[in-house]
Structure formats: structure tokens, C-alpha cells
């Protein structure tokens, strides 16, 4: 190995470790996108390139980050919201 390629392969592992992710030829990826988990009452974070989502899926809970009662979006028969 020569030494330059010695030089990126110790950059690469210190990126890894220090929660970057880098692909070939050495683009910079986004880190965890989910850590700290920005969904709340117990939603599922996924992440893509350059976003995140939050399954809400059981949990009783809507909206983009799991934030809103599904229970306060019902209407009850009278056309009124449920408070």
C-alpha cells in the first residue's frame, strides 16, 4: 500500500468512529439522522440521504413527528372535535 492510500483508509476509520459514514471516492454521508430519536410517545425514526420520518403505527399518536393525540382528531357525531 502506498502511503497516501494509508492516509485515507486512518481518515476513514476516524470518520467512521466519530459517527460519519463516508462512501467511495470518499463523499461525506449524513450521520444518524435518528440519534437523538426526534419522535416522540414511541414512534419509529427512519432516515433517508437527507431527512427523517417517524412511523407513529400503533402508537396512538399522528403528525410528523408522533406529537399529536389521534383520539383529538376524531370528530364525535355532532361535526365538533373531541378536545
Not at 492516509?7 to 470518499?26: D, M
Request: proline share 6%.
Amino acid at each position: 500500500l502506498n502511503h497516501s492510500f494509508k492516509i485515507w483508509i486512518i481518515l476513514y476509520i476516524f470518520l467512521f468512529i466519530s459517527g460519519l459514514s463516508v462512501a467511495p471516492p470518499f463523499c461525506f454521508l449524513p450521520g444518524h439522522r435518528c440519534v437523538p430519536n426526534h419522535c416522540e410517545h414511541g414512534g419509529r425514526c427512519s432516515q433517508s440521504w437527507d431527512s427523517f420520518s417517524c412511523s407513529c403505527e400503533g402508537t396512538g399518536y399522528a403528525g410528523a413527528t408522533c406529537h399529536t393525540c389521534e383520539e383529538l382528531r376524531r370528530p364525535h357525531g355532532t361535526g365538533r372535535m373531541s378536545k
